[in-house]
């Protein structure tokens, strides 16, 4: 059984800093390498969003808040991908979710929390 399993979460001053990661479990090096990989967040009270996103090496997507402050990077041989986050905002407070898809199919994680305080 896929599982994603989010670590790195907790509460931060503004402006501060924080790296979340993801690790999968269930499928194989090749299998993980396989997928595209994104980080979400939902803030309370709000829809799920995308936060940025990875493909292979070369295909790399962030949303306009994460763009220049997150840098978004995966480790295939550690079925693994990271979220650093700098430059913090309390808009940014909310839980984060890992997604691991192909076009048959989607994995979630259960999510870390991250509290900006102001």
């Known amino acids: 059984q896929v599982q994603l399993v989010e670590s790195g979460g907790g509460l931060v001053q503004a402006g501060g800093s924080l790296t979340l990661s993801c690790v999968a479990s269930?499928?194989?090096?090749?299998?993980?390498?396989?997928?595209?990989l994104g980080w979400f967040r939902q803030a309370p009270g709000k829809a799920r969003e995308l936060v940025a996103t990875?493909?292979?090496?070369?295909?790399?997507y962030y949303t306009d808040s994460a763009k220049g402050r997150f840098t978004i990077t995966r480790d295939n041989a550690k079925s693994t991908v990271t979220l650093q986050m700098q430059s913090l905002t309390p808009e940014d407070t909310g839980v984060y979710y890992c997604?691991?898809?192909?076009?048959?199919?989607?994995?979630w994680g259960q999510g870390t929390q991250v509290t900006v305080s102001s």
């Open positions: 990875i493909g292979g090496p070369d295909y790399i």
């Open positions: 269930g499928m194989s090096r090749i299998m993980f390498s396989s997928h595209g």
């Open positions: 997604q691991a898809r192909t076009s048959q199919s989607q994995y």
